[in-house]
């Protein structure tokens, strides 16, 4: 049981340029999200999905995308990478976000867009 | 949109007291109040959380209490000791859409 997955754990990006940051979980969980963490500014939702086909925007999703295609995967893309996007991204999942239980955290994915 | 306040921002004690983070929030329809610790490089880690039938909740060292009409809430760690440096986050599901929606954080340290 791994938990949640992310990959990769570093990434330096130049302006521009796209990629994908993977999020696994093996739990069976229900909801999965997208946080991105800056100093001083706590933990920020991009992106969630309550189940497979289904996700919403939180409170900072321009510049990604998401998908869910299956209720293991949830992907998290940046479209055109700016320096402002530079931060530490955390992938979090659930059971169920309407029963109120905890989130279950990756291992986080660090960003740097130059 | 909700938004939960949260303070103090860093807290330095020593080892053996008692820390206290308080947070709070303006949404009555907020039911449930998880605390994370994060560790330096780590990923945040659910400690405790309460729901909003219930007014105290303890685990060992740690305690969370909860005041409904005041709207806030509280984390206690007694008797604290250099592991327990890090920071550390409130959360509550609110907003239209019930995810979680996290504090700011409090970084503590305990010096030996």
């Known amino acids: 049981n791994a938990g949640v997955t992310q990959t990769p754990k570093f990434q330096v990006l130049k302006t521009g340029q796209s990629m994908t940051l993977q999020c696994a979980q093996d739990?069976?969980?229900?909801?999965m999200s997208w946080y991105r963490q800056d100093p001083g500014m706590g933990l920020r939702l991009i992106h969630y999905?309550?189940?497979?086909?289904?996700?919403d925007q939180g409170e900072v999703p321009n510049g990604y995308n998401v998908s869910r295609s299956t209720t293991e995967d949830f992907p998290l893309r940046l479209l055109s990478a700016a320096p402002s996007q530079t931060s530490v991204y955390f992938c979090?999942?659930?059971?169920?976000?309407?029963?109120?239980?905890?989130?279950?955290f990756g291992s986080g994915t660090r960003l740097t867009v130059v | 949109g909700e938004n939960v306040e949260q303070h103090p921002s860093t807290l330095s004690v020593q080892e053996g007291d008692s820390a206290v983070i308080k947070c709070t929030y303006s949404d009555s329809a907020s039911n449930y109040f998880p605390w994370y610790k994060q560790e330096l490089g780590k990923r945040p880690q659910l400690i405790i959380d309460i729901r909003s039938n219930v007014g105290e909740k303890k685990d060992q060292r740690i305690a969370v209490t909860l005041n409904k009409t005041a709207k806030h809430f509280s984390l206690h760690i007694t008797e604290t000791q250099p592991e327990d440096s890090a920071v550390y986050f409130c959360?509550?599901?609110?907003?239209?859409?019930?995810?979680?929606?996290f504090g700011k954080g409090t970084k503590l340290s305990v010096k030996p």
């Open positions: 979090a999942s659930s059971y169920s976000r309407s029963l109120g239980y905890g989130y279950t």
């Open positions: 959360a509550l599901r609110g907003g239209s859409q019930g995810n979680l929606i």
């Open positions: 739990m069976n969980h229900e909801y």
């Open positions: 999905s309550v189940g497979a086909g289904i996700t």
